[in-house]
């Protein structure tokens, strides 16, 4: 990691939405009442950080509406230095969640022609990717528009010239783009990262047919540093070029798994950015996913330092093999 500077340790992108989602268990044909929030991979992963201590920056794209004005009040509620820019020609995206059962969630999004798809290179601050000292990206952001998409590899350009460590979770959405077209999408931007985040399918949408270390191989080769594979209740396992660790998975109630694996990339960075060794740092990240896990919403049960240390009294040690 390079040395910290003057801005924020983290810097992300991307769109964050308004979240509608039912207040109780069963399909939004009979919902009854509705309960609003904001939601989005980035912002969560912000806010995660910013719990945890992490200095962090936002960027994106909002309607000028008052959904927009929520999604804006929301992050920067909690701490994050917030980079909006407020379109007026077009509206905030919005997701709509149910829960058709106790042991499942559906997610729907309202997102064309949001304002967060139309994300701009034109929109990075002067200076806002240099002062950082790790700029972290999803794989959503590049598949909502072309602009969108210019806009992620322009901010890797600033990041490799200025010397600041790229963070990618492939985070793949597939009613963004089928498997087909998003994968060399992905790919070109996983193999300019540092580390790159996600679970055994996604690593398969990069590669098709590789396995999970034919993968983490390849991603290697040309010049990744690690590759983080989220494994869900199972846990964790990150390859490097010197050792491969895995993190035993946690066993909880679950209540909602939607913004688990953000938590897990906050959890995760923010002890990349710590310098702690990769055993404390996967012992972290089980825990914020884990714990996203235990109350409806995106991002709001993202712990602080003091929820984190408490959930993790008594939790087993990593695994190195």
Do not use: Q
């Amino acid at each position: 990691m390079p040395s910290a500077s003057a801005g924020p340790a983290v810097v992300t992108l991307g769109e964050s939405m308004a979240l509608v989602r039912a207040a109780d268990i069963g399909s939004l044909r009979h919902a009854t009442e509705l309960r609003l929030g904001i939601g989005g991979a980035e912002s969560n992963v912000a806010i995660g950080l910013a719990r945890l201590g992490v200095a962090v920056s936002w960027l994106g794209r909002v309607g000028d509406d008052s959904l927009g004005e929520r999604v804006v009040r929301e992050i920067r509620g909690d701490g994050v230095d917030v980079r909006a820019v407020v379109d007026a020609g077009a509206p905030t995206g919005l997701m709509v969640k149910e829960r058709p059962s106790a042991a499942s969630t559906a997610v729907h999004y309202y997102r064309s022609g949001s304002a967060g798809s139309r994300l701009h290179p034109a929109d990075l601050p002067e200076g806002w990717v240099e002062s950082a000292s790790l700029l972290h990206l999803t794989g959503i952001t590049p598949l909502l528009s072309d602009t969108a998409r210019a806009a992620v590899h322009a901010a890797i350009d600033r990041a490799r010239d200025a010397g600041c460590s790229v963070s990618f979770d492939v985070n793949y959405r597939s009613a963004l783009a089928p498997a087909s077209v998003a994968g060399p999408v992905l790919r070109e931007i996983a193999e300019r990262a540092d580390i790159v985040f996600g679970g055994v399918e996604e690593f398969e949408i990069l590669y098709p047919e590789a396995s999970p270390a034919d993968a983490a191989a390849r991603l290697r080769d040309a010049g990744c540093a690690t590759a983080v594979f989220k494994l869900g209740p199972d846990g964790a396992s990150v390859v490097t070029r010197d050792a491969v660790t895995d993190a035993r998975g946690l066993t909880i109630d679950v209540v909602d798994t939607v913004g688990a694996g953000d938590a897990f990339v906050a959890g995760f960075l923010s002890g990349l950015v710590e310098g702690i060794d990769t055993d404390g740092i996967l012992r972290r990240a089980n825990a914020c996913g884990a714990m996203a896990c235990l109350v409806p919403g995106d991002w709001e049960a993202a712990p602080t330092r003091r929820d984190l240390e408490r959930f993790l009294a008594g939790d087993a040690d990593p695994v190195r093999r």
